[in-house]
């Protein structure tokens, strides 16, 4: 099995990634290039968002945090859950854990269009975006890489 969550050192306790850059660099090689698009994805459909690095792990923020992603050793998990919208939580709910937090399998297509249409729903509810958000399906909208 793959380990995807960042290596650990030997002797000494690592310290934790300061930038999504490093928080990726860190991550094993194979989910490099998922973590990189989950992250294209989100800045594509919260363009005013400014990155962070938020319980250690990888968010976007406008007013408040609009989503988190990390990579796990079978999974990239969004947090936090989809509440509020009905088509959305629909659309979700065969990724989402215990506590509605969405898991993606690393083993699976991961369905980029629906982590943009979160995260522009995630953007409207924070109220800060000057834009009008459509969350809908558009023709451009697709998960293939």
């Known amino acids: ?8 050192t030997s002797a000494r306790r690592r310290r934790p990634a300061k930038t999504i850059d490093d928080y990726i660099d860190r991550s094993a090689p194979a989910a490099q290039p998922i973590l990189r698009r989950v992250r294209a994805t989100i800045a594509k459909a919260a363009p005013d ?21 990390a990579a796990f050793k079978e999974h990239i998990g969004l947090y936090p859950p989809v509440k509020g919208h009905a088509a959305l939580e629909k659309a979700a709910a ?17 369905p980029y269009a629906l ?9 409207a509810q924070d109220g800060s975006s000057t834009k009008r958000l459509s969350i809908r399906r558009s ?3 697709s998960d293939h890489p």
Do not use: C
């Open 94 to 110: 065969p990724y989402a854990g215990e506590k509605g937090n969405l898991r993606f399998p690393i083993d699976d297509k991961i």
């Open 49 to 69: 968002a400014t990155e962070t690095i938020s319980y250690g792990i990888p968010a976007f923020k406008l007013r408040r945090i609009v989503v988190y992603f």
């Open 115 to 123: 982590i943009a249409r979160i995260v522009k729903f995630r953007a």
């Open 139 to 141: 023709a451009d909208d």
């Open 1 to 8: 099995m793959v380990r995807f969550l960042p290596e650990k």
